[in-house]
């Protein structure tokens, strides 16, 4: 069983910074392609950013210069660092990841989110 665990969300004043973390464990032989997604009421879910195994990232263009996703591949964690939040970054906060389960076969697995709300 493979599973995301999110951390780090909060309420917070907009202009300031949030540090979200997502630590993937159980029967994991490597992870592959790491990222965020948010999803705000009434909107679609939308990617955040990704980052490769190799630390290669995109980024929305919404979170450029704003936002920073890491990985600390020794310990399966990916991390976000947010800052300058806006209003508009007010979503629950997705960790997805490919997670190798053998040498063959991998699967896509979701975190079970996490809130950012970030005040006027």
């Known amino acids: 069983q493979v599973q995301l665990v999110e951390s780090g969300g909060g309420l917070v004043q907009a202009g300031g910074s949030l540090r979200l973390s997502c630590a993937a464990s159980g029967s994991i032989f490597g992870v592959n392609a790491m990222g965020w997604y948010r999803q705000a009421p009434g909107k679609p879910r939308e990617l955040v950013a990704t980052?490769?195994?190799?630390?290669?990232?995109n980024y929305a263009d919404s979170v450029k210069g704003r936002f920073t996703i890491s990985r600390d591949n020794a310990q399966n964690t990916v991390y976000l660092q947010m800052n300058s939040l806006k209003p508009e970054d007010t979503a629950l906060y997705y960790c997805?990841?490919?997670?190798?389960?053998?040498?063959?076969?991998?699967?896509?697995?979701w975190g079970q989110g996490t809130q950012v709300t970030v005040s006027s």
């Open positions: 997805n990841a490919d997670v190798r389960i053998n040498v063959i076969h991998s699967r896509n697995v």
């Open positions: 980052i490769t195994s190799g630390g290669s990232t």
